[in-house]
């Protein structure tokens, strides 16, 4: 089983930056990609970033170059470094592992979701 626990939203005025973090425990090994997702007032959660393993990213176009996702595998934890903050990055943001348990078997962990508040 795998933990996932987020940290670092907030209240931040347009323009400005926050830095998420997500910290992952319990059967650590069997985690492949993670990734941010995100769930604004009224809308869809969607994909935000993600990232393997080994390095390979992914943006949603909404926030490509304003956002950048990384991971510290040796500390089994991810982050979500956001920049140039806009209102329409509002929302409550979740932190996702995929798991590998083993065949053709895949599971998705996530975490209890920290809400960015982006408003002057």
């Known amino acids: 089983q795998v933990q996932l626990v987020e940290s670092g939203g907030g209240l931040v005025q347009p323009g400005g930056s926050l830095r998420l973090s997500c910290a992952a425990s319990?059967?650590?090994?069997?985690?492949?990609?993670m990734g941010w997702y995100r769930q604004a007032p009224g809308k869809e959660r969607e994909l935000v970033a993600s990232?393997?393993?080994?390095?390979?990213?992914n943006y949603a176009d909404s926030v490509k170059g304003r956002f950048t996702i990384s991971r510290d595998n040796a500390k089994n934890t991810v982050y979500l470094q956001m920049n140039s903050l806009k209102p329409e990055d509002t929302a409550v943001y979740y932190c996702?592992?995929?798991?590998?348990?083993?065949?053709?078997?895949?599971?998705?962990?996530w975490g209890q979701g920290t809400l960015v508040t982006v408003s002057s």
């Open positions: 319990g059967t650590i090994s069997s985690i492949t990609t």
């Open positions: 990232i393997t393993r080994t390095g390979s990213t």
């Open positions: 996702n592992a995929v798991l590998y348990m083993g065949g053709f078997n895949f599971l998705d962990a």
